[in-house]
């Protein structure tokens, strides 16, 4: 079984000799298992675009299945894109993406600088206040969050999207970790040289922490993307709709012809997952990381 | 909740509180500013709201009305909401395994050194950073009774099953659904886990002669047993939130079968309009989670003592 080889270490391994003569290890069942894997999780993906392919000659659904597209064509793209306000849905994702993330990181950035670098009264009871955010389900804060922007006069706006994405758990977690590794002597050395707080975080924490910021603002792009639930809620006018929602809005309008709203659906994935591809390696391991502490 | 590894202890500065050069008493303050008066419109304010209206009646026509508790006593007869509690147990129940075994052996089985092994991991990770609209997509092909998941089901002699519409099977594809969407996400937890297995123990155990399983047992696991209780209560947390797939999927349906308590709020909320109520039936899956959380934490506090 796959399972039996050794676990080991990547770092480790790379930097030490093979010390113990070791049993031989089935690579190639080691990868035909890989491979197995893989398409359980990449297949449903690879499917919805063999749909989207589909000629309206050929029928979506078969028994057995015919997943290949004969010839495969490129028209319910084109329909999806025509038919829907799909450039709308697109353009409003990436404004919400632009305006939110830098907020963000901002807001992230500022909150997590005193928690890790600062001593001050109540600092435990700030960090808490702000983690316990991450324990509170989405489902809960939809009502009284409905309310709130009622009140203030913001339903069905961009700011009703884009405020309450702004504050994360996540991103000052992360970075009151890495404020709070940053060697003692590199800040003292910049306080000995008579530089303010604020100056010490512009030009010494946040620089040092340039690859985590990266991170965040990766990570806020693919949450900001993909949200759904809260733009359906403070949102009625569609011109105002993410991707994600508009997706689901396709589905519900144009619920006749399955090739169609898989081509949308494409369309929707196409950014995230080109984003991902690209940075998947700082992702995963900064992800790891987090967990580490 | 320290020993989970979800809320790591404070380093304590290190000479004790102190006023630094050019630092005032409210510059840390005064750092926070943005993000304190966003925690106060965006969790302070709605929580206090939240209160508010689990003891009104509020039916957005009609103007607020103070009712004590009879929007709890209501909850405590109503027949829908005890089905949507159990159905929430019984969801979690069927999704912790993908949130706490499997990703164990996903994690096992990229955490080696192999040519294009982050493709693999790459791949594994793809279904998290992609909008549960798509998946949800995706999956009421695969799902649906002509879809390629009874073909699989045929070739083995079963079948066919409408899962989305059979009241039987709903609540577990669903589950089955979330699963695979956050399996990658576990395994990176798990991932970072196992590169902290000490390796000598590991080769040490190979040269005495043992086994796949009991290195498994007695080597892997007890080193990792910190990072169970963290994707435990993540698990637990993450299953609360399924209400996109049930609401791209299914809607709560068949006849209620994947009505969750999440969905049974949005639903008694905006589609019911019974925001009073709805505020109730929060508050007690607010209560339920931190309940969790707690006896989390209790078992976490046990081992360690």
């Avoid at chain 1, 806020?220 to 733009?231: H, Q, V």
């Avoid at chain 1, 011109?239 to 144009?254: N, R």
């Avoid at chain 2, 693999?120 to 999956?139: D, E, H, K």
């Avoid at chain 2, 990658?184 to 796949?212: C, K, N, S, W």
């Amino acid at each position: 079984m796959a399972v039996a080889a050794p676990v080991r270490t990547p770092e480790k391994a790379a930097t030490k000799p093979k010390a113990l003569p070791r049993r031989r290890r089935p690579k190639v069942g080691t990868y035909v298992l890989l491979v197995l894997v893989a398409g359980v999780f990449v297949g449903p993906f690879l499917l919805l675009l063999a749909t989207a392919l589909k000629p309206s000659s050929q029928p979506v659904f078969s028994f057995p299945p015919d997943l290949i597209p004969r010839p495969p064509v490129v028209d319910w793209f084109v329909e999806a894109w025509t038919t829907i306000p799909y450039g709308r849905f697109l353009l409003n994702s990436v404004l919400y993406v632009g305006v939110t993330v830098p907020l963000y990181l901002v807001v992230s950035a500022t909150t997590a600088y005193p928690l890790a670098r600062i001593s001050f009264r109540g600092r435990q009871f700030f960090f808490l206040l702000f983690l316990s955010t991450m324990f509170l389900p989405g489902e809960l804060m939809l009502i009284p969050r409905f309310l709130v922007m009622r009140e203030l006069g913001l339903l069905d706006s961009y700011p009703a999207v884009i405020l309450p994405a702004i504050l994360s758990s996540l991103g000052i977690f992360l970075l009151r970790q890495t404020f709070a590794a940053i060697p003692d002597e590199v800040i003292e050395a910049a306080r000995v040289d008579g530089a303010s707080e604020w100056r010490i975080f512009l030009s010494v924490a946040c620089p040092i922490a340039r690859p985590t910021i990266a991170v965040l603002a990766i990570l806020g792009f693919i949450s900001i993307w993909n949200s759904f639930l809260w733009p359906l809620v403070a949102l009625d006018d569609q011109s105002k709709f993410p991707i994600a929602l508009g997706i689901a809005y396709l589905s519900g309008v144009s619920g006749t012809d399955v090739r169609g709203l898989a081509a949308g659906t494409v369309l929707s994935l196409v950014p995230v997952i080109a984003v991902f591809v690209f940075l998947q390696r700082h992702i995963l391991s900064s992800m790891a990381g987090a967990v580490k502490g | 909740m320290a020993a989970t590894g979800l809320i790591p202890r404070v380093r304590r500065p290190r000479h004790g509180p102190r006023r630094v050069v050019g630092q005032k008493a409210w510059t840390p303050y005064l750092f926070m500013l943005p993000g304190l008066l966003l925690f106060a419109l965006m969790f302070g304010w709605p929580a206090f709201i939240s209160l508010q209206m689990s003891v009104s009646s509020y039916r957005i026509v009609t103007p607020v009305r103070y009712v004590g508790l009879d929007n709890f006593l209501r909850l405590a007869a109503d027949p829908q909401f005890h089905h949507a509690i159990g159905n929430t147990f019984l969801f979690m129940a069927m999704f912790l395994p993908f949130a706490v075994v499997l990703p164990l052996f996903l994690a096992m089985l990229v955490n080696r050194r192999l040519r294009g092994i982050h493709a693999f991991r790459a791949a594994y990770y793809l279904p998290v950073v992609t909008s549960m609209v798509a998946v949800a997509v995706a999956w009421r092909y695969l799902l649906s009774q002509e879809g390629v998941v009874n073909w699989l089901l045929s070739l083995v002699g079963l079948g066919p099953i409408d899962f989305l519409l059979d009241t039987h099977w709903a609540l577990p594809a669903l589950a089955v659904v979330e699963g695979w969407k956050n399996m990658g996400l576990f395994m990176v937890i798990y991932l970072a886990a196992l590169q902290g297995v000490p390796r000598e123990h590991l080769e040490a155990a190979t040269v005495d002669g043992a086994g796949a399983a009991r290195r498994l047992w007695h080597i892997v696991l007890p080193a990792i047993l910190p990072y169970v209780t963290v994707t435990l209560t993540l698990g637990m947390l993450e299953s609360t939130r399924s209400f996109e797939s049930i609401y791209v999927l299914t809607r709560g349906g068949p006849q209620d079968s994947t009505l969750t308590l999440g969905y049974y709020i949005w639903h008694t909320a905006f589609e019911k309009y019974d925001v009073g109520y709805a505020s109730a039936a929060g508050l007690v899956l607010w209560l339920i989670m931190i309940g969790l959380a707690l006896a989390n934490q209790r078992l976490t506090r046990r081992r360690d003592a």
